[in-house]
T-cell receptor, first 115, second 113 residues
Framework: EAGVVQSPRYKIIEKKQPVAFWCNPISGHNTLYWYLQNLGQGPELLIRYENEEAVDDSQLPKDRFSAERLKGVDSTLKIQPAELGDSAVYLC?????????????FGPGTRLTVL | GENVEQHPSTLSVQEGDSAVIKCTYSDSASNYFPWYKQELGKGPQLIIDIRSNVGEKKDQRIAVTLNKTAKHFSLHITETQPEDSAVYFCAASNPQGAQKLVFGQGTRLTINP
Protein backbone atom coordinates (compact mmCIF):
# COMPACT_ATOMS: atom_id res chain seq x y z
CA GLU A 1 0.00 0.00 0.00
CA ALA A 2 1.36 3.40 -0.96
CA GLY A 3 2.03 5.82 1.86
CA VAL A 4 1.36 9.54 2.03
CA VAL A 5 2.83 11.24 -1.01
CA GLN A 6 4.14 14.79 -0.92
CA SER A 7 5.65 16.97 -3.60
CA PRO A 8 7.93 18.62 -4.15
CA ARG A 9 10.44 17.15 -1.70
CA TYR A 10 12.57 20.28 -1.75
CA LYS A 11 11.81 23.86 -2.71
CA ILE A 12 14.07 26.93 -2.70
CA ILE A 13 12.50 30.32 -3.29
CA GLU A 14 13.26 33.95 -2.66
CA LYS A 15 11.31 35.86 -0.04
CA LYS A 16 8.03 37.41 -1.13
CA GLN A 17 7.53 34.66 -3.73
CA PRO A 18 4.54 32.30 -3.55
CA VAL A 19 4.95 28.55 -2.99
CA ALA A 20 2.59 25.58 -2.94
CA PHE A 21 2.88 22.09 -1.49
CA TRP A 22 0.82 19.10 -2.55
CA CYS A 23 -0.24 16.05 -0.54
CA ASN A 24 -1.94 12.81 -1.55
CA PRO A 25 -3.10 10.88 1.53
CA ILE A 26 -3.39 7.13 1.91
CA SER A 27 -6.39 5.84 0.00
CA GLY A 28 -9.50 5.80 2.17
CA HIS A 29 -8.10 8.12 4.85
CA ASN A 30 -10.61 10.90 5.32
CA THR A 31 -8.66 12.90 7.90
CA LEU A 32 -5.71 14.94 6.63
CA TYR A 33 -3.24 17.09 8.57
CA TRP A 34 -0.64 19.67 7.65
CA TYR A 35 2.20 20.16 10.13
CA LEU A 36 5.11 22.58 10.31
CA GLN A 37 8.41 21.19 11.59
CA ASN A 38 11.16 23.67 12.39
CA LEU A 39 14.73 22.43 12.61
CA GLY A 40 15.29 20.49 15.83
CA GLN A 41 11.64 20.71 16.88
CA GLY A 42 8.60 18.51 16.91
CA PRO A 43 5.79 18.90 14.35
CA GLU A 44 3.20 21.61 15.02
CA LEU A 45 -0.30 21.28 13.61
CA LEU A 46 -1.30 23.92 11.05
CA ILE A 47 -4.65 22.56 9.88
CA ARG A 48 -6.77 19.40 10.09
CA TYR A 49 -9.36 18.31 7.56
CA GLU A 50 -12.15 15.82 7.96
CA ASN A 51 -13.08 15.04 4.38
CA GLU A 52 -13.19 18.45 2.70
CA GLU A 53 -13.98 20.42 5.87
CA ALA A 54 -11.26 22.25 7.78
CA VAL A 55 -12.16 21.40 11.39
CA ASP A 56 -9.10 22.93 13.09
CA ASP A 57 -7.17 25.76 11.44
CA SER A 58 -6.51 27.78 14.57
CA GLN A 59 -2.71 27.57 14.12
CA LEU A 60 -2.71 28.51 10.42
CA PRO A 61 -1.37 32.07 9.83
CA LYS A 62 -4.24 33.11 7.63
CA ASP A 63 -2.68 36.34 6.44
CA ARG A 64 -0.23 34.43 4.24
CA PHE A 65 -1.12 30.72 4.46
CA SER A 66 -4.06 29.02 2.80
CA ALA A 67 -5.05 25.41 2.30
CA GLU A 68 -7.66 23.50 0.40
CA ARG A 69 -8.82 19.93 0.11
CA LEU A 70 -11.11 19.74 -2.86
CA LYS A 71 -13.21 16.56 -3.13
CA GLY A 72 -11.85 15.40 0.23
CA VAL A 73 -8.76 13.66 -1.18
CA ASP A 74 -5.65 15.60 -2.25
CA SER A 75 -4.70 18.78 -0.47
CA THR A 76 -2.63 21.86 -1.27
CA LEU A 77 -0.96 24.22 1.20
CA LYS A 78 0.05 27.62 -0.10
CA ILE A 79 2.19 30.45 1.24
CA GLN A 80 1.96 33.89 -0.33
CA PRO A 81 4.17 35.78 0.13
CA ALA A 82 6.88 33.63 1.74
CA GLU A 83 9.06 35.08 4.49
CA LEU A 84 12.51 34.03 5.68
CA GLY A 85 11.00 32.55 8.83
CA ASP A 86 8.89 30.15 6.79
CA SER A 87 11.96 27.99 6.08
CA ALA A 88 11.05 24.61 7.57
CA VAL A 89 9.77 21.15 6.68
CA TYR A 90 6.06 20.94 5.90
CA LEU A 91 4.63 17.53 6.75
CA CYS A 92 1.37 16.06 5.59
CA UNK A 93 -0.28 13.20 7.49
CA UNK A 94 -3.48 11.21 7.14
CA UNK A 95 -5.55 8.92 9.33
CA UNK A 96 -8.50 6.60 8.89
CA UNK A 97 -11.76 7.89 10.31
CA UNK A 98 -12.27 10.72 12.74
CA UNK A 99 -11.21 9.05 15.99
CA UNK A 100 -8.28 10.95 17.56
CA UNK A 101 -6.85 7.57 18.62
CA UNK A 102 -6.29 6.53 15.01
CA UNK A 103 -2.67 6.34 13.91
CA UNK A 104 -1.45 9.27 11.88
CA UNK A 105 0.70 8.29 8.89
CA PHE A 106 3.18 10.94 7.83
CA GLY A 107 4.60 11.73 4.42
CA PRO A 108 8.31 12.51 3.94
CA GLY A 109 7.69 16.25 3.98
CA THR A 110 8.65 19.19 1.79
CA ARG A 111 11.76 21.07 2.88
CA LEU A 112 11.28 24.77 2.12
CA THR A 113 14.20 27.19 2.03
CA VAL A 114 13.40 30.89 1.71
CA LEU A 115 16.34 33.06 0.67
CA GLY B 1 -3.41 24.57 25.91
CA GLU B 2 -1.26 21.47 26.19
CA ASN B 3 2.52 21.77 26.57
CA VAL B 4 4.87 18.79 26.26
CA GLU B 5 8.46 18.85 27.49
CA GLN B 6 10.90 16.13 26.41
CA HIS B 7 14.31 15.17 27.82
CA PRO B 8 17.09 14.63 26.99
CA SER B 9 17.52 16.40 23.67
CA THR B 10 20.37 14.06 22.73
CA LEU B 11 21.21 10.60 24.02
CA SER B 12 24.11 8.35 23.13
CA VAL B 13 24.25 4.72 24.31
CA GLN B 14 26.34 1.66 23.56
CA GLU B 15 24.78 -1.02 21.42
CA GLY B 16 23.00 -3.52 23.62
CA ASP B 17 22.40 -1.05 26.44
CA SER B 18 19.02 0.48 27.31
CA ALA B 19 17.77 3.97 26.45
CA VAL B 20 15.15 5.98 28.32
CA ILE B 21 13.43 9.14 27.10
CA LYS B 22 11.13 11.13 29.36
CA CYS B 23 8.25 13.52 28.71
CA THR B 24 6.00 15.65 30.87
CA TYR B 25 2.69 17.20 29.89
CA SER B 26 0.61 20.00 31.33
CA ASP B 27 -3.05 19.22 30.50
CA SER B 28 -4.46 16.75 33.02
CA ALA B 29 -7.29 15.98 30.55
CA SER B 30 -4.85 14.48 28.01
CA ASN B 31 -5.28 10.72 27.82
CA TYR B 32 -3.52 9.58 24.65
CA PHE B 33 0.28 9.44 24.42
CA PRO B 34 1.96 8.20 21.23
CA TRP B 35 5.67 7.94 20.48
CA TYR B 36 7.05 8.56 17.00
CA LYS B 37 10.41 7.70 15.42
CA GLN B 38 11.77 9.93 12.68
CA GLU B 39 14.66 8.81 10.50
CA LEU B 40 16.65 11.22 8.37
CA GLY B 41 14.67 12.49 5.41
CA LYS B 42 11.49 10.72 6.46
CA GLY B 43 8.32 11.62 8.24
CA PRO B 44 7.64 10.50 11.82
CA GLN B 45 6.37 6.93 12.25
CA LEU B 46 4.32 5.68 15.18
CA ILE B 47 6.17 3.05 17.20
CA ILE B 48 4.00 2.67 20.29
CA ASP B 49 1.19 4.47 22.08
CA ILE B 50 -0.54 4.32 25.44
CA ARG B 51 -3.89 5.48 26.77
CA SER B 52 -4.46 6.71 30.27
CA ASN B 53 -6.36 3.62 31.38
CA VAL B 54 -3.10 1.63 31.54
CA GLY B 55 0.20 2.32 33.24
CA GLU B 56 2.53 0.36 30.98
CA LYS B 57 2.60 -1.14 27.52
CA LYS B 58 5.26 -3.32 25.87
CA ASP B 59 6.02 -4.29 22.30
CA GLN B 60 9.13 -6.47 22.00
CA ARG B 61 12.11 -4.25 22.92
CA ILE B 62 10.02 -1.11 23.37
CA ALA B 63 7.95 -0.16 26.39
CA VAL B 64 6.13 2.96 27.52
CA THR B 65 5.15 3.85 31.07
CA LEU B 66 2.64 6.47 32.17
CA ASN B 67 2.25 8.22 35.50
CA LYS B 68 -0.96 10.28 35.30
CA THR B 69 -0.62 11.69 38.79
CA ALA B 70 2.78 13.17 38.00
CA LYS B 71 1.82 13.85 34.37
CA HIS B 72 4.83 12.18 32.86
CA PHE B 73 5.47 9.26 30.55
CA SER B 74 8.61 7.53 29.34
CA LEU B 75 9.89 5.43 26.45
CA HIS B 76 12.20 2.53 27.22
CA ILE B 77 14.22 0.75 24.54
CA THR B 78 16.12 -2.35 25.62
CA GLU B 79 18.93 -4.21 23.84
CA THR B 80 19.49 -1.23 21.55
CA GLN B 81 20.62 -1.83 17.97
CA PRO B 82 22.20 0.53 15.39
CA GLU B 83 18.88 0.79 13.55
CA ASP B 84 17.37 2.37 16.66
CA SER B 85 19.40 5.51 15.90
CA ALA B 86 16.87 8.24 15.02
CA VAL B 87 14.97 11.19 16.48
CA TYR B 88 12.17 10.20 18.84
CA PHE B 89 9.15 12.38 19.61
CA CYS B 90 6.59 12.01 22.35
CA ALA B 91 3.15 13.55 21.99
CA ALA B 92 0.00 14.09 24.02
CA SER B 93 -3.61 14.55 23.05
CA ASN B 94 -6.95 15.22 24.68
CA PRO B 95 -9.38 13.37 22.40
CA GLN B 96 -12.35 14.96 24.12
CA GLY B 97 -10.90 18.45 23.80
CA ALA B 98 -8.80 19.95 21.04
CA GLN B 99 -8.14 16.47 19.65
CA LYS B 100 -4.76 17.50 18.32
CA LEU B 101 -1.37 15.94 18.97
CA VAL B 102 1.09 18.23 20.76
CA PHE B 103 4.65 17.02 20.24
CA GLY B 104 7.72 17.29 22.40
CA GLN B 105 10.93 18.80 21.08
CA GLY B 106 12.48 15.45 20.18
CA THR B 107 15.42 13.31 21.34
CA ARG B 108 18.23 12.42 18.98
CA LEU B 109 19.26 8.88 19.93
CA THR B 110 22.61 7.56 18.74
CA ILE B 111 23.55 3.91 19.19
CA ASN B 112 27.32 3.41 19.25
CA PRO B 113 28.54 0.03 17.93
Amino acid sequence: EAGVVQSPRYKIIEKKQPVAFWCNPISGHNTLYWYLQNLGQGPELLIRYENEEAVDDSQLPKDRFSAERLKGVDSTLKIQPAELGDSAVYLCASSLGVSPYNEQFFGPGTRLTVL
Amino acid sequence: GENVEQHPSTLSVQEGDSAVIKCTYSDSASNYFPWYKQELGKGPQLIIDIRSNVGEKKDQRIAVTLNKTAKHFSLHITETQPEDSAVYFCAASNPQGAQKLVFGQGTRLTINP
